[in-house]
């Protein structure tokens, strides 16, 4: 069992496939929405107490109390079905696995991170004529701390970090030449711009040298990969790389970064653009123009349940379609059941998986090729959308994730690509990358895209389920967070509540009455009717008295929501 930290729901899973053949039907929701109403049923019994007693009058110890109920319970995510997975991949992932004793999952969301950061740029999956999808991705793995995050994260960026070295060493003394000629060139147009401007040399031979200036190409050091990197600097490593990058991170703090870490502004463009291809286009005062015709990012996110809570739950991130655009794994914790000894992981299986990385990685194309489907995997593909897309609309099981599910069918599609090209690239190898045709997508590989495809689908439901399902829910948790936080005592009015909150959230007192109905009901507070209560002669108004059994301000005896 694991739990996305005090915003997860329960979430009925069946897993109703074999591993021969792969189901395309998928569960309508209706166990899910049944638990969920047997869950909020449950609540109703006890919710806090209305009193109707002088204030000041009312005991508030702990023996007074029922304990709350957290706004969380336990949550079973399916594991990743590995034996969707071409051979390479598959060996690899599960040889990691087990020598770091991680869930599965882990390591097969990082093969397919690896391998759309390989192939990224390359190649065009066309689902339709007219709809054609690009093979990079944004893939995160949500895990606690002591997950052995960055052991994952290191042993699939290795291939990609060795390669662009490699590179950089052989090509190092034209990467040199080439700084050395522009800088030369520079400075023979500023001696030519004095010697204009004494009579000395004429226009025609400046312009002369700033065409040649023009013309020089830039030979630079091969960027593959980067770690947290700001916006602006995620642009030039685009502008520089073919329009090409891929950003591999233990700790998500890239987050923290498009949020204003250090500039104070939002700035999610890039991320938003070279998810799909769109060009990108960036002026800046004295720097030269970047343009980046087709930009494709590749990222492979490994974060904490407090980083996804506030990731789904920014309204910005939200409702500009960032959040939309990752595939989320949530896989189950393995901590408390891992051995300390470890079959390493096998030289062959190693070998095999990086000559696959070597091998795309050295795919170059002028031209993306392009992947179509043929009249099997046309098929499935098209079932796979008319199911799922009545569960979008309204009433239905993902009306409230459609942002993400709608999403869903077009990363299908470009995990179909990746299996493909994988398979291609590993048994074929220079006769596959040089076939001048377009390659098909067969019905096996489109099943294993689905499958996959539904085992995202499972994740993203708890991430979206327990954490933004519910406005006033999502708003409660943040009030009952500030009233820990700012730790107030006594008998409080719902304006001196208001007051540890105010902001966007919450502009006037009213607006956070939902939310203290809600702690109420889940007994974290309990309210103190004013009526008929004076004081001063005026009514007292209604008060709020905390739980004690939660609100002692000790960690250490605190259950979280």
Sequence with gaps: MNQLGEDAIMLDWKNDTTENEPSLSEENGSSQNESTKDFHDNIVPNKGIVVNANFGETANTPEDWQDPIPFETNTTTPPFPIYCLPTPLRDFAQAVSEHTQTPIDMAAVAALGTMSACLQGKYLIQGKIGHTEPLNGYYTLIAKPGERKSAICAAFEEPIKAYEKRKNETFALEIAQSSNIRQVLEKEMEALKNAVAKGKKSYADMEEKQAELNKHQDIKPLRLICGDATPEALTSLLADNSGRMAMFSAEGGIFDVLKGLYSQVTNIDTFLKAHCGDSIRVDRKGRPAEFIERPCLTTLLFIQPDVMRELVSNETFRGRGLVARFMYSFPQSTVGNRRYKTKPIPIEVKDVFTKLCE???????????????????????????????????????????????????????????????????????????????????????????????????????????????????????????????????????PSDIWQLCKGKKFKKVSDIQPCLELLSDFGY??????????????????????????????????TKP
């Design 359 to 493: 091998n795309m990685l050295d795919i170059n194309k002028k031209e993306a090729g392009l992947l179509v489907l043929n009249e099997y995997s046309e098929a499935l593909s098209e079932r796979f959308y008319n199911e799922l897309e009545p569960r979008l609309g309204k009433d239905g099981d993902l009306e409230h994730m459609a942002d993400w599910a709608g999403k869903l069918h077009g990363f299908v599609l470009r995990i179909a690509g990746l299996i493909q090209v994988v398979h291609g690239v590993w048994s074929e190898e220079d006769d596959f990358t040089d076939f001048p045709f377009e390659i098909i997508i067969t019905e096996e590989t489109m099943r294993y895209a689905i499958e996959i495809g539904k085992y995202f689908l499972a994740h993203a439901q708890v991430c979206y389920d327990g954490i933004g399902a519910d406005e006033n829910t999502e708003k409660a948790k943040f009030l009952l967070n500030q009233i820990e936080k700012k730790q107030p005592t006594g008998e409080l009015r």
């Design 525 to 558: 507070i309990k309210l103190l009717s004013g009526m008929g209560v004076y004081e001063g002669g005026r009514p007292k108004g209604d008060r709020y008295i905390l739980n004690p059994k939660y609100f002692t301000y000790e960690k250490t005896s605190t």
